[in-house]
């Protein structure tokens, strides 16, 4: 939905509940570049608000944040089920109101305005989530390719036009930040909501978030959030080349593609001691089973329930193989 923070549209002071207060919960720094147009966008349209500007990255998505939010709702007045707080940042921030409305009267509705690519991409049992790619113009590049992994992740395992697509114009999303005429809308409509394999089982979404929460946070804060998921995804693609689900140019095209969208395709981290420690802990959640979601050629996925440690280990050290070869001689795929 273009022009989210035009008065003239009245969607946002429309969300989520009948018009009347609002409690407005903004990114520190989403405020600085929007706040004005945004509090331009409240007044114009007669909305009485109040804002609450928070400070948070993948650093601080701490309960003192969510207790911060739980507090002013409190002080504002929030009743249960009346206004939703509105949530304007990215997907930390989502996270951080939406543990705070959980707790607070049991349950308060809140409206998401997404800022980031991985917020734009993100599902949430909020009321409402409205979308405006113009937030991602002051996204920094890093950023954006981080987003641009969760997109690589739907075209692997689900999508092989958006595969294609991504090696046409991948690049031009990401220099563009996704305002490329035609291309970045259609991107989104086209990832949002899709996270089965063919098959119909759901396990697709978690192709690329199985190990890289444990890299995720024992790599805090050096790598971003798409950044762990591509590192996991570049292991998992050579898992399955050595298992025969992908060819060899697929794998090069593959971690090509990763690499054209400036992303990592590995961290010494999953090399050591994380990568049995990420091992152990998927283990722990998923009632015993070492199973991880394997792209299957390009655009279609597996689950496998049988995955070896020494499996991961052989395949980390064929990925550092790669880069190093690739590294010293680069292509025009850079
Ligand atoms: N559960 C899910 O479906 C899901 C999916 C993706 C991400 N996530 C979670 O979200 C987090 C990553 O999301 P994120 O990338 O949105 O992180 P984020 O919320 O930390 O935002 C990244 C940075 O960009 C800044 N920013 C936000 N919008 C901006 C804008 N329009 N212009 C300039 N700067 C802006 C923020 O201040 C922050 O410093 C991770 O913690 C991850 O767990 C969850």
Same mark, same amino acid.
């Given at each position: 939905?273009?022009?989210?923070?035009?008065?003239?549209?009245?969607?946002?002071?429309?969300?989520?509940?009948?018009? /009347?207060?609002?409690?407005?919960?903004?990114?520190?720094?989403?405020?600085?570049?929007?706040?004005?147009?945004?509090?331009?966008?409240?007044?114009?349209? /007669?909305?009485?608000?109040?804002?609450?500007?928070?400070?948070?990255? %993948?650093?601080?998505?701490? @309960?003192?944040?969510?207790?911060?939010?739980?507090?002013? @709702?409190?002080?504002?007045?929030?009743?249960?089920?009346?206004?939703?707080?509105?949530?304007?940042?990215?997907?930390?921030?989502?996270?951080?109101?939406?543990?705070?409305?959980?707790?607070?009267?049991?349950?308060?509705?809140?409206?998401?305005?997404?800022?980031?690519?991985?917020?734009?991409?993100?599902?949430?049992?909020?009321?409402?989530?409205?979308?405006?790619?113009?937030?991602?113009?002051?996204?920094?590049?890093?950023?954006?390719?981080?987003?641009?992994?969760?997109?690589?992740?739907?075209?692997?395992?689900?999508?092989?036009?958006?595969?294609?697509?991504?090696?046409?114009?991948?690049?031009?999303?990401?220099?563009?930040?996704?305002?490329?005429?035609?291309?970045?809308?259609?991107?989104?409509?086209?990832?949002?909501?899709?996270?089965?394999?063919?098959?119909?089982?759901?396990?697709?979404?978690?192709?690329?978030?199985?190990?890289?929460?444990?890299?995720?946070?024992?790599?805090?804060?050096?790598?971003?959030?798409?950044?762990?998921?591509?590192?996991? @995804?570049?292991?998992?693609?050579?898992? %399955?080349?050595?298992?025969?689900?992908?060819?060899?140019?697929?794998?090069?095209?593959?971690?090509?593609? @990763?690499?054209?969208?400036?992303?990592?395709?590995?961290?010494?981290?999953?090399?050591?001691?994380?990568?049995?420690?990420?091992?152990?802990?998927?283990?722990?959640?998923?009632?015993?089973?070492?199973?991880?979601?394997?792209?299957?050629?390009?655009?279609?996925?597996?689950?496998?329930?049988?995955?070896?440690?020494?499996?991961?280990?052989? %395949?980390?050290?064929?990925?550092?193989?790669?880069?190093?070869?690739?590294?010293?001689?680069?292509?025009?795929?850079?």
């Amino acid at each position: 939905m273009p022009g989210l923070l035009d008065p003239g549209n009245p969607a946002l002071a429309l969300a989520g509940g009948p018009p /009347g207060r609002r409690l407005v919960v903004v990114d520190a720094r989403v405020h600085e570049l929007h706040g004005d147009r945004l509090h331009h966008y409240l007044d114009a349209r /007669g909305v009485d608000h109040e804002t609450l500007v928070l400070p948070v990255h %993948a650093q601080v998505k701490t @309960m003192d944040a969510v207790f911060q939010v739980a507090d002013r @709702m409190d002080s504002f007045g929030i009743s249960r089920r009346g206004a939703p707080v509105l949530a304007v940042g990215g997907g930390v921030l989502a996270e951080v109101v939406g543990l705070a409305c959980t707790l607070y009267r049991r349950s308060t509705p809140f409206v998401r305005i997404p800022t980031t690519l991985h917020g734009l991409l993100a599902h949430r049992p909020e009321v409402e989530t409205l979308v405006d790619p113009a937030f991602l113009v002051t996204l920094g590049r890093r950023q954006v390719a981080s987003g641009l992994a969760e997109v690589l992740k739907v075209a692997l395992i689900a999508d092989a036009d958006l595969f294609g697509l991504l090696e046409r114009r991948g690049r031009d999303l990401l220099d563009t930040r996704f305002q490329a005429a035609g291309v970045g809308t259609a991107v989104l409509a086209r990832v949002v909501g899709t996270t089965a394999f063919d098959d119909g089982t759901s396990d697709g979404g978690h192709f690329g978030h199985i190990l890289s929460p444990t890299l995720e946070t024992r790599a805090l804060p050096e790598l971003l959030h798409g950044e762990a998921v591509c590192v996991e @995804m570049a292991l998992s693609t050579v898992v %399955a080349r050595r298992r025969g689900l992908v060819d060899a140019e697929q794998t090069e095209r593959i971690l090509r593609l @990763m690499r054209r969208l400036e992303l990592p395709v590995r961290h010494p981290l999953l090399e050591s001691i994380a990568l049995g420690e990420a091992l152990a802990d998927t283990v722990r959640r998923r009632d015993g089973g070492r199973w991880l979601p394997l792209p299957s050629g390009i655009g279609a996925g597996v689950l496998v329930d049988d995955l070896g440690g020494r499996e991961l280990v052989g %395949a980390a050290g064929w990925l550092r193989a790669w880069s190093a070869v690739t590294a010293a001689a680069p292509t025009l795929d850079g």
